[in-house]
Nanobody, 118 residues
């Protein structure tokens, strides 16, 4: 079993920044992808950013140039630095983990609320 715990969400004003963290524990595979997804009220969950165990990153067009994903592989922790936040970034942000070997399945965190409002 793998557990993901997000932290760092909160209420900020437009233009401000937040840093989200996701700590993974349990049977973590050496080869994997971790990332962040978000879901706003009334909308479908969407990809925000991903990073592989080798450091390859991918971003949604809506956050390119504003968000940065990184990871500390030794601690099995992934981060999302969110700069120049906009009201449309308001959503519940979920951490995701996908092992690339062994049993294929997705793991999700409980989510952390990010609200951008003046």
């Amino acid at each position: 079993q793998v557990q993901l715990v997000e932290s760092g969400g909160g209420l900020v004003q437009p233009g401000e920044s937040l840093r989200l963290s996701c700590a993974a524990s349990g049977s973590i595979g050496r080869l994997n992808v971790m990332g962040w997804y978000r879901q706003a009220p009334g909308k479908e969950r969407e990809l925000v950013a991903t990073i592989t165990s080798g450091g390859i990153t991918n971003y949604a067009n809506s956050v390119k140039g504003r968000f940065t994903i990184s990871r500390d592989s030794a601690k099995n922790t992934v981060y999302l630095q969110m700069n120049t936040l906009k009201p449309e970034d308001t959503a519940v942000y979920y951490c995701n983990y996908v092992p690339l070997a062994g049993v294929a399945r997705n793991y999700w965190g409980q989510g952390t609320q990010v609200t951008v409002s003046s």
